[in-house]
């Protein structure tokens, strides 16, 4: 029974094209993450959701959009992919936002040619 | 910005303890010391966090010195499956985007047979 779940796992696609991740998670849950790793390893927060706030990193291009069709949902959307979009992002989810313990997808590794 | 410092990499023989130290000397006194780790290719995962006193679960131990400047995370009998990117964080534990999970470079763990 995964907690957390995220497809595809890898994504090749072609720069310029417009790209979606999709996040599940089955805890019931109210708050849920996006954070992106790039090459360097370097993990960082893109966004938390829950259905009252969105929190956007300012570093954040707003080519990237979350959307959350429900609570279990929080799938991101990438238009005009660029080549330093190419990373592996994760999703994570937590009971209220701010709670101690965040669970974590298995990541979708997206690769721009 | 991480406000941590942990040692870049260490190595740990299988069934002995592994000690990993986290310096945090600025950290304010409504911040909590967590710990992640990030086996590879996988998702981080939760191992414990405190405030002040040392905790235990069945992952591991922490141990917070009384001023509360550096900490250690404690994994009793070291496995190979321990192998990982061990992450100390310390964030306040509530909502909004102070209570996002910062993630710096952390101490990669070799668990050596």
């Known amino acids: 029974d995964t907690a957390v779940s995220q497809t595809p796992k890898y994504l090749v696609t072609q720069m310029g094209n417009d790209k979606s991740i999709k996040c599940e998670q089955n805890?019931?849950?109210?708050?849920m993450y996006w954070y992106k790793q790039d090459s360097k390893k370097f993990l960082k927060i893109m966004f938390s959701?829950?259905?009252?706030?969105?929190?956007i990193n300012e570093t954040v291009p707003n080519r990237f959009s979350p959307k959350s069709p429900d609570k279990a949902h929080l799938n991101l959307h990438i238009n005009s992919l660029e080549l330093g979009d190419s990373a592996v992002y994760f999703c994570?989810?937590?009971?209220?936002?701010?709670?101690?313990?965040?669970?974590f997808g298995p990541g979708t590794r997206l690769t721009v040619l | 910005d991480a406000k941590t410092t942990q040692p870049p990499s260490m190595d740990c023989a299988e069934g002995r303890a592994a000690n990993l130290p986290c310096n945090h000397s600025?950290?304010?006194?409504?911040?909590?010391v967590y710990w992640y780790r990030q086996i590879h290719s996988q998702g981080p995962q939760y191992i414990i966090h405190?405030?002040?006193n040392n905790e235990t679960n069945e992952m591991a131990s922490l141990i917070i010195t009384e001023d509360r400047k550096s900490s250690t995370l404690i994994l009793p009998h070291a496995t190979l499956r321990d192998t990982a990117v061990y992450y100390c964080?310390?964030?306040?534990?509530?909502?909004?985007?102070?209570?996002?999970?910062?993630f710096g470079k952390g101490t990669k763990l070799s668990v050596k047979p």
């Open positions: 994570a989810s937590s009971q209220v936002r701010g709670m101690n313990e965040q669970f």
């Open positions: 959701y829950n259905n009252k706030e969105l929190i």
């Open positions: 805890l019931g849950h109210d708050t």
């Open positions: 600025t950290i304010s006194g409504n911040e909590y």
């Open positions: 964080i310390v964030r306040v534990n509530y909502g909004g985007s102070q209570g996002n999970l910062i």
């Open positions: 405190g405030l002040k």
